[in-house]
């Protein structure tokens, strides 16, 4: 009995030592330089913002996060190998990437080791190939898309749209989801002009729009891109209203883009500055750690890791492929779970549902115009 | 018309920045044989001193004038003492390699010390609009051809109205001839580099404001100023202003009629035809070397 005690004391400090120091360690591969770098970086910041404090508070079910910070490079190769070295090293959960081409190729190897990836990707297709470990931080373009179609032919009352898109997966999945949902509101699409990845000069694609005489423009590339090009529509004086989906009406698009981007409409899932205390709390909170005004992306990477813990805390326990069936069909209450900023539905796709905004950019700022409420009820 | 008319004043003032940049390759290339692929990154590393320099709250003039006298000793004495003076002792592909090297290591030390992000960069002119003939033309893209217009032909009147200027051009030509007249052709050759920083940083505050601030911006510019360079006669000055203006303007063209996907094809295209058709340039003199 004796000689037992002292053994058994061990052990129990052992245990006791590796509960101590036991941690959840998650992935973020994001897009920290390339085309990508303003909307990876937002996203990195915000996951970043987020682990802090669920560690601060004590963790998920007791045991700190640890998390990791990788460079896409915007490159859907360098992605695909991140995403294996994360499965590698033991991740519980991966986050990112962004851009939708590198999150389709990466994704299996998350998918093959089972576990949860969370993802700003837009890209319809991503969440319809039947990935149980797949799951959105922000709308699919299916939803944010009709949503935008309709506002243009109802509110603006618009016959004639012109198109600009980029021509990426990301782009070419929104301009072929927006093309369909504003045919679908009686809409003539009278320019469907394609832009290059990281394209300088707007001035040719911007001089097509301007010619096909249509009642609205909507603009759908990415961050540099959509500044360049708001950019060139002021120059070339374009003069009907410019719509958008989140991206246009961007925090740093609104920056890159300075007096270029006022007037500009946008359909945004998530904005800093919507009429919420929660979300006004963490844009003060985040600026005041990272010295700048996130985009919706520092939202999307905030929130992603309080739908881990959300997911964590429903399954019970830290087991991968219990908290992705426990994901699937959970609605998040911001009552409960503040870091989620706003209730919450995600649904058996990982595709979520949650209110929206129409927001308009003025003096540099993006005003909230309307409140388009969830489809969900909570 | 109009939109052709736009597009004209866009390629223009696209096509002055080309000119700008690529009138760096001509004088390295006929001052001392210095082939600079990191010429876009002469560019680009100014925009980033500019923007720092404003950061810090003094005006635009002065943040470029002090980044102006960084360029002069860093892009200009440096870049001649560091590599380009060592390495053409061993012949031109060293230094071509070496410049290469320079362009990638350039971009990588700006991206991880500085940001891999765009920047807003301000603009010399502001972007007020106002209608010509029907085309709108904004003050930064008229500014931005005059500016670009009044610095290579000013730059060619230095190199053949003033003494410096022509003893330049001596050593251009023959430098062995150059001393033998008594120019001191280091001190010329030198005064070649600190022409091209002041030059690159004139094209930073010019063609920054569209293009943003981020440290891959020189890579397009850098290769579009090349192929300026080849297209205009790559011992003419003029030339690569004509050079820079035709591959604008047809960029545009292209971009507007065909299809944007061909836009960087044209000046590649361009290039191609020139080298087969006029291996001199537009505008070059044939020159014969002894092999």
């Known amino acids: 009995m004796n000689a037992k005690l002292p053994a058994a004391a061990v052990v129990a400090c052992l245990l006791a030592a590796s509960t101590a120091h036991a941690q959840i360690k998650i992935a973020v591969i994001q897009e920290l330089s390339g085309t990508g770098a303003t909307a990876g970086t937002n996203f990195k910041n915000g996951v970043d913002l987020a682990v802090k404090e669920i560690n601060a508070a004590g963790g998920i079910l007791g045991q700190k996060l640890d998390a990791t910070f990788e460079d896409t490079q915007s490159n859907p190769a360098v992605a ?19 851009f939708s081409g590198s999150m389709a190729v990466s994704m299996a190897q998350t998918r093959r080791a089972e576990v949860p990836n969370f993802t700003g990707a837009d890209a319809a297709a991503l969440t319809q190939q039947g990935n149980p470990y797949i799951f959105r931080t922000s709308f699919t373009q299916l939803i944010s898309m009709p949503r935008v179609a309709r506002y243009i032919a109802g509110t603006l009352k618009a016959k004639r749209i012109a198109v600009i898109f980029v021509n990426n997966d990301f782009g070419k999945g929104g301009r072929d989801a927006f093309v369909k949902a504003a045919v679908a509101e009686g809409l003539t699409v009278t320019a469907d002009i394609s832009t290059e990845a990281g394209q300088l000069d707007f001035s040719a694609p911007v001089l097509k729009a301007k010619h096909s005489d249509p009642d609205a423009l909507f603009v759908y590339t990415n961050e540099e891109e959509s500044a360049r090009c708001l950019r060139e529509l002021r120059k070339q004086a374009f003069a009907r209203p410019i719509v958008g989906e989140t991206t246009l009406a961007g925090q740093r698009v609104i920056e890159l883009a300075g007096a270029a981007a006022n007037g500009v409409l946008a359909h945004v899932g998530l904005t800093v500055d919507a009429p919420i205390p929660a979300v006004h709390e963490f844009r003060a909170r985040f600026e005041k750690a990272y010295k700048y005004v996130p985009d919706h992306n520092g939202i999307k990477g905030y929130t992603s890791v309080y ?3 959300a997911g964590i805390e429903a399954a019970g326990k830290l087991d991968r492929v219990a908290v992705a069936r426990a994901l699937h069909g959970l609605k998040i209450r911001a009552a409960k779970q503040p870091g989620v900023l706003m209730d919450v539905a995600i649904d058996d796709h990982g595709d979520l549902d949650r209110a929206s905004f129409i927001v308009q950019v003025k003096d540099g700022k993006q005003e909230v115009k309307e409140v388009l409420p969830p489809v969900a009820r909570f | 018309m109009s939109d052709f008319l736009q597009l004209l004043v866009s390629g223009l003032a696209t096509g ?63 870049f001649k003492r560091g590599i380009a003076d060592p390495l053409l002792r061993s012949g031109h592909m060293p230094v071509v390699v070496a410049t290469l ?10 991206r991880a010390g500085y940001s891999a992000e765009a920047h807003p960069f301000p603009s010399v002119f502001g972007d007020d609009l106002f209608h010509i003939g029907g085309v709108a033309v904004t003050r ?26 022509r003893a330049m051009q001596a050593v251009a030509q023959d430098a062995d001839s150059a001393v033998v007249v008594g120019i001191d052709v280091p001190r010329m050759i030198l005064y070649t580099f600190a022409v091209n920083a002041v030059l690159a940083c004139a094209a930073a505050l010019l063609v920054t404001p569209s293009y943003l601030a981020k440290f891959d911006m020189g890579e397009s510019l850098g290769t579009k100023a090349f192929f300026a360079a080849v297209i205009g006669g790559f011992n003419n000055a003029r030339g690569t202003l004509l050079g820079g203006i035709v591959v604008g303007v047809c960029e545009n063209l292209a971009a507007a009629y065909v299809s944007a996907a061909y836009k960087d094809a044209v000046a590649l295209a361009l290039f191609l035809f020139v080298l087969l058709v006029r291996p001199q340039g537009l505008l070059g003199k044939p020159v014969e070397r002894k092999v």
């Open chain 1, 80 to 98: 695909k190998g991140l995403a294996l070295k994360a499965v590698d090293d033991g991740a519980f959960a991966v986050f990112g990437p962004t």
């Open chain 1, 307 to 309: 739908f881990l813990k």
């Open chain 2, 16 to 78: 002055s920045i080309y000119a700008l940049a690529g009138l760096g390759f001509t004088l390295l290339w006929q001052a001392s044989g210095t082939l600079n692929f990191a010429q876009g990154e002469f560019v680009m590393l100014p925009a980033f001193g500019i923007l720092a320099l404003s950061g810090l709250g003094l005006p635009l003039a002065v943040a470029f004038a002090l980044t102006c006298a960084v360029a002069v000793v860093v892009l200009g004495w440096g």
């Open chain 2, 101 to 110: 090297g320079l362009s990638i290591a350039l971009r990588n030390a700006v």
């Open chain 2, 140 to 165: 930064i893209d008229v500014g931005t051809l005059v500016a670009a217009l009044v610095l290579v032909l000013g730059t060619q009147a230095f190199l053949a109205r003033t003494v410096t200027g």
